[in-house]
C-alpha cells in the first residue's frame, strides 16, 4: 500500500484504507458512511479521530465526494459538522436504510463504530449492502467487542477480508463484487 498519505495521529490502518480507495476507485468521488460520530473536537488520537480522517481524504480527493456522519448523540453530530461532514442524528440501522433507499446512492466505505452490540454491527451492514459498490471497504471499529456477527456471517455476505495490520482493534472486509 501507497504510505504518501497525511499522517492521522495513531492510525496506520487507516492510511491501508485510504490507499485502498485510491487504488480500487482511483477516477471517481469517494463516499463513505460512518455510524458512530466525532465525540471530542480536536482529539486526533483517540475516540472519534477517525472521522477526521475520512474529511482529510475527501477534502485532499481530486475527485470530492462525501463523508456522512450518523451518530444518536447530537453533539457528536454537530462536532462532525464542524469537522466538514454531513451530519445524520439518529440510529444507525434506521438511517441507513433511510439513506440508502435512494437507488442511486453509493457507499465505497463503511465505517461501523457505533455501539458495542455486535448484532447492531450486522444489521447496520445489511441496512447499507444496496448501497454498497462492488468492491468496497467494510469496517468494523472496536471488532474485538462489536465485529463478531459480521465475522460469522462473512462468508454467508460474500465478504473478503482485508488486513489492516494490527495498529487497532478494527477489522475490514471487501464487499462482493
Not at 29 to 47: A, C, F, K, M, Q
Request: glycine share 10%; proline share 5%; net charge negative.
Amino acid at each position: 500500500m501507497r504510505r504518501s498519505l497525511p499522517a492521522w495521529g495513531r492510525r496506520p490502518n487507516v492510511d491501508d484504507a485510504v490507499a485502498y480507495l485510491r487504488e480500487t476507485f482511483p477516477d471517481e468521488p469517494h463516499y463513505i458512511v460512518e455510524v458512530g460520530s466525532l465525540r471530542t473536537p480536536g482529539n486526533t488520537y483517540g475516540d472519534g479521530n477517525v472521522t477526521y480522517c475520512w474529511i482529510e481524504h475527501i477534502n485532499l480527493w481530486p475527485y470530492c465526494g462525501e463523508v456522512v456522519s450518523i451518530d444518536v448523540a447530537i453533539v457528536a453530530v454537530g462536532n462532525a459538522m464542524r469537522a466538514g461532514a454531513t451530519g445524520i442524528c439518529g440510529d444507525g440501522m434506521d438511517e441507513l436504510w433511510a439513506l440508502t433507499s435512494d437507488p442511486d446512492y453509493r457507499i465505497h466505505l463503511l465505517y461501523l463504530d457505533g455501539s458495542n452490540d455486535p448484532s447492531e454491527a450486522l444489521s447496520q451492514l445489511l441496512a447499507a449492502e444496496d448501497a454498497l459498490v462492488p468492491g468496497a471497504l467494510v469496517i468494523v471499529d472496536d471488532a474485538k467487542k462489536k465485529g463478531r456477527c459480521v465475522r460469522d456471517e462473512a462468508r454467508e455476505l460474500g465478504l473478503t477480508r482485508f488486513d489492516l495490520g494490527d495498529a487497532w482493534d478494527m477489522e475490514a472486509w471487501i464487499w462482493r463484487g
